[in-house]
Nanobody, 116 residues
Framework: QVQLVESGGGLVQPGGSLRLSCVAS?????????YGWYRQAPGKQRELVAT???????NYEDSVKGRFTISRENAKNTVYLQMNSLKPEDTALYYC?????????WGQGTQVTVSS
């Protein structure tokens, strides 16, 4: 059984930074593992923020390009999301996702609130 545990969320002022972490445990096959970060704001659907392939290639949703950076550390089964220049509209519950073949896993989420 695979488990994902996120951390690093919190309250930050506009323009500030946060670094989210997600640690995966269980049978992780990094060669096939695609990690992603998603977010869901109140009253809105969950949306993709960024993904990173097994080879380390990142993709970003347009609104976070140039501000967020996704990275992974395979030896630690960990994926990160560095978030800079945060805006109030980035406020959401952020979820870690892991895809391995046909299997899809989710963490419980970590809250990010951007407010003055």
């Amino acid at each position: 059984q695979v488990q994902l545990v996120e951390s690093g969320g919190g309250l930050v002022q506009p323009g500030g930074s946060l670094r989210l972490s997600c640690v995966a445990s269980g049978n992780i096959f990094n060669l096939y593992a695609i990690y992603g970060w998603y977010r869901q704001a109140p009253g809105k659907q969950r949306e993709l923020v960024a993904t990173i392939s097994s080879g380390g290639s990142p993709n970003y949703e347009d609104s976070v390009k140039g501000r967020f950076t996704i990275s992974r550390e395979n030896a630690k089964n960990t994926v990160y999301l560095q978030m800079n220049s945060l805006k109030p509209e980035d406020t959401a519950l952020y979820y870690c996702n892991l895809k391995m073949g046909s299997r899809n896993y989710w963490g419980q989420g970590t809250q990010v609130t951007v407010s003055s």
